[in-house]
């Protein structure tokens, strides 16, 4: 396979001299006279870009580009590149060539003497573009001074040299005490990879497993009927695709088992009704393991013996906290796995190393911090704890067991990078092209597998009559829409600018962003009562604040300091604020008044859920998950009741207006939007929003009937392969 790319033209059968050193890109070779020295055809890719950029600064970026085109390469390779060509240079003799680091920016080639720089000799020699040209400056003249030789002036000559001598014998002496008493932990040399298409169907393609032995791939991909199935493919050029499922429910998360010879998945019906699968592989009949434990997607991961499963699992519906619980495959109860203690902390995304005895998995704390646990399996003692700014976490393990591999582990490491557990030092593998997701490591051949997404999501609204139109379609990521109380302007979140930010969209105004907070993930913008702020959570470095922002001089105002999640709040009449905190043992309902300063109350215990009826009349409590609401009336008359929905409840997918119910029934990927009359109980289809976010949001028109909700637009996701390049 050829590696090197295309962007700079040369002929490589004609020499060039550059300085003192002539340069044969045919042969790989540098030369001064008789001194040769062969050079790597990367080395010589380098070394012919920055003579074309001569006296340039030439960025990293375009290096990697141009000399390691389409193989994504670990940060230090170039710079181990550099290295070598600094030191080839050297071997053979060279004075005049210089290679330069430029801080920040990249690398540059000078040549002393610069009118003797990159001409060509003879008829064989190719012409070099020089850089822009220099003011020329004129040689300082050179003065010499015979000064006569004397016996006084050689003996201190003597004793200078002397003093050098035993300066350089000392420095020799620390540096090698140093070196053996106190040696830095060594750092591994990541391969180079070769980045090769995996799928290329139209759709999603998801939940990538590879094999332990990395010839064949599982993942779930869905087909024309909405639905996921498990399919397996091989990896090899020639590698073919085979439904191993093919149902009507959602097949998805499968993972091999440590011989290979069975894949676990899950599976889950239209109405959640969620199971754990095992299935033999290539062909096999499939069985039933146990059911899915709480409300959420489990991630799965075999235990070294390849007779349990450890699932992500929500054994308490009160508590909701996420635990890693073993489910044997014999039929036997699933337990609680024991891990190191973090208090009411959510655990998930279990992976074990590849000898089985080290455990890792993503830990949230209570306090907002979030990271990934590495525990030893046999006595449960925490090993690592890896700190994390990102709550999409899918990382797997390096095949020698060293380290990690993470994909947008934070704002500021997008793409795919490589993290060492002895030392911490991070190293960037791939940059951050699209949206890079799970990934899977095989354990023999060291191949990876990896999800990389495109597409946008646009605001649309749903008529009362079915009809529908794009209110806001950037080609960006809206979501999250709310209609202001007067009904004139819709607040959302979107990404236009790069990242999150809250934006509003008024009638004859074109949008506009209200906030510019960096680094902070957006969600749940919601109305004051009178409609000149926005109140909405932010979350900084993996903690969870709420924020007010005012909308006629955007004046942003944090309201509370302290980084415990949180979920949708809302803004009461009387100016207070209701919102779901996440406490040491439950979620509950906390009251927070931003006028005074004072704590805030806690009103309601192991509820996760708060909101008011589109009218402001009805305080409206409950858990997500459940099909039932508390509501209490805030009028003087007072009253309480529960009101029955025609959704389980996410988070806003359903608004409570005077006369009407109106729900997002979600059936990921898609939803179905409902409304169903208060009096009659008579429920009517909307319509269906194929593809939409998780939480299937909505903001609701009371008086026009019109449901406004985010949906994804020329969603695709495909899967990649990573192969180890290795040296000849």
Known sequence: MNHLASGFDFNPDQDMVVGDVTVSPSLNRIAIGEHQRRIEPRIMQVLVLLVRHQGQSVSRDTLLHHCWGGVFVAEDSLNRCIFQLRRALRDVGSTRLRVETIPKLGYALFVDEAAASGIPTGETAATVEPGPAAVPVPPAPIVETAVPASPARDVQRLRLMLAAALAVLLVVLIGGAYWWGARPVPVASLPVFDVLPLTLEPGMDLFPALSPDGEMAAYAARNSFDDFDIILRGTGPNGRSVSLTNTDDHDRVPVWSPKGDMIAFVRSDRDWNCAIYVIAVPVGKERRVGPCLGDMLPTLA??????????????????????????????????????????????????????????????????????????????????????????????????????????????????????????????????????????????????????????????????????????????????????????????????????????????????????????????????????????????????????????????????????????????????SIRVAIRGEATWDIWSIDPSTGNPPVKIEENRDYVDLSADRTLLLVGNTGTKQLSWRALDRQGGSGTIELPAALRQRNVVVCPDTIYAARMNLPSAEVVAVDRRTGVERQLGVVQRTEPRGQISVDCDSGSVFMAELVGQESDLVLLNPVHPE
């Not at 990404?495 to 962003?513: C, F, I, M, S």
């Open 302 to 575: 075999w235990q070294p013996d390849g007779k349990a499963l450890v699932l992500t699992a929500i054994p308490d519906a009160t508590v909701k906290m996420s635990r890693l619980m073993v489910m044997p495959l014999d039929g036997a109860a699933p337990t609680l796995l024991p891990v190191p203690p973090g208090g009411n902390a959510d655990d998930w995304v279990p992976a074990y190393s590849p000898d089985g005895t080290r455990l890792a998995f993503a830990r949230a704390w209570p306090e907002g911090r979030l990271s990934i646990m590495v525990m030893e399996v046999r006595g449960g003692r925490e090993l690592h704890q890896l700190p994390l700014d990102s709550s999409a976490v899918n990382f797997d393990w390096s095949v020698d067991g060293r380290g990690l591999y993470l994909t947008n582990a934070s704002r500021q490491r997008r793409g795919l990078w490589y993290v060492d557990l002895a030392t911490g030092r991070w190293q960037q593998v791939m940059p951050g092209i699209g949206q890079l997701g799970r990934l899977s490591v095989a354990r023999g051949r060291g191949n990876m597998a990896m999800e990389i997404y495109r597409g946008h999501a646009d605001i649309v609204e749903i008529m009362a009559d079915s009809q529908r139109r794009t209110l806001q379609g950037s080609g960006a990521n809206e979501s999250e829409p709310l209609l202001s109380p007067d009904g004139n302007a819709l607040a959302f979140v979107s990404d236009r600018t790069g990242e999150p930010q809250v934006w509003l969209a008024e009638k004859d105004r074109p949008p506009r962003p209200l906030t510019s907070l960096p680094g902070a993930n957006m969600a749940a913008p919601r109305w004051s009562p009178d409609g000149r702020a926005l109140l909405f959570l932010a979350e900084v470095g993996m903690l969870s604040d709420l924020y007010r922002v005012t909308i006629a001089d955007e004046t942003l105002t944090r309201l509370t300091h302290d980084g415990h999640f949180k979920k949708t709040p809302v803004w009461m009449p009387d100016g």
